[in-house]
């Protein structure tokens, strides 16, 4: 596989895809023409035999696309079945709501820690892993380095926290704080709901 | 105010400067200069500028920008001051975060009705809100048309429930089920974690 030759604007596209594959899968439909998974997704098929393209086609010409086979390689391509370790900082309602909402392991992550500064929580476990106070972060995460960190802490906690694990040696962040983290050595991506409503509500009084 | 002529990439720019003059603000910072806003937004001074000009300037040559104005402007072109009607449609772990973690009239919004199909939430009240039961969607959309629909349903009900407030004239959605949402003529802000994640665990391999 030629991942090398993968645009960012391809890799936008491929969870996207994989979501469509998985609900083909559910319905046990076995194989999909690149029109008629065009027409569901709002693309042009050739957009999407391009991009299958940038990673070595799968489709057979008048066959179409095996769709388990197609999962699978997006899959592989995403990295989800080799999983990283990831920690979550802030299991406060937002926290609560990542670990109950997402699969872990069906996104490629195995979650190994949690960590909160409150009392109440540390020592009980959540989605079956134990919440670690905030105070034994450094410890714990130098003896076992996680691949990325989830940061779900209010926003006044969040530069503190995002500095710490920095310097322990993590360098990958899903950020839902309204900090905007930067680190030249570091890969970040934020999900700002702040940002994301207050864009809808320009929308809504220009229309 | 020729909000016409803001391009859609200064709106989405434009909640992250409001971010910035917020933090400026609760820090008692009364003016900035572009400079100093561009050192800390990783943005160039020129492009900030140029964003402030196309709705109206605010700055005074050696001056610089004073805070609290250009926040209230921003806010004004977003449409904050004035609140819009919404509702959210699933109050299980997602939605709980969501009503939990966002302040709707800082967003411009004001919460009118939560629906969720479970016995145990129907009547009782979130964030002073009334949980309605999901069969008395129509009857109470059509009473009371909301400008907008939060949908934190589970992904087996989002395709029912997005097409019955559609048709009951909902045409504005911030969509956090991993449903594409497409209609002609209404406005989506989706916010698709499970893409998110992927995308940074993609990122992760290629390091």
Request: charged share 25%; proline share 2%.
């Amino acid at each position: 596989m030629e991942k090398q030759h993968v645009s960012a604007a391809v890799v936008r596209r491929l969870p996207r895809y994989l979501r469509y594959l998985n609900d083909l899968s559910r319905r046990e439909i076995v194989r999909i023409s690149s029109e008629e998974l065009s027409r569901r997704m709002a693309l042009t098929a050739s957009q999407i035999r391009q991009d299958f393209n940038c990673f070595g086609g799968y489709g057979q010409q008048g066959y179409g696309y095996n769709v388990d086979h197609l999962r699978q390689e997006i899959a592989a391509i995403l990295g989800l079945p080799n999983q990283k370790k990831t920690i979550l900082v802030g299991a406060g309602n937002l926290g609560h709501a990542i670990l109950n909402h997402i699969d872990f392991s069906r996104h490629g992550f195995k979650l190994t820690d949690i960590y909160d500064n409150n009392p109440a929580l540390v020592g009980t476990s959540l989605v079956g892993v134990t919440v670690h106070h905030i105070d034994d972060l450094e410890q714990r995460v130098a003896a076992d380095l996680p691949d990325m960190a989830i940061i779900t802490v209010p926003r006044a906690a969040a530069t503190d926290v995002v500095d710490r694990l920095h310097t322990c040696g993590v360098k990958a962040f899903w950020n839902f704080s309204s900090l905007d983290i930067r680190y030249d050595d570091s890969l970040v991506e934020s999900v700002h709901l702040g940002d994301s409503l207050m864009t809808l509500r320009y929308h809504l009084e220009q229309r």
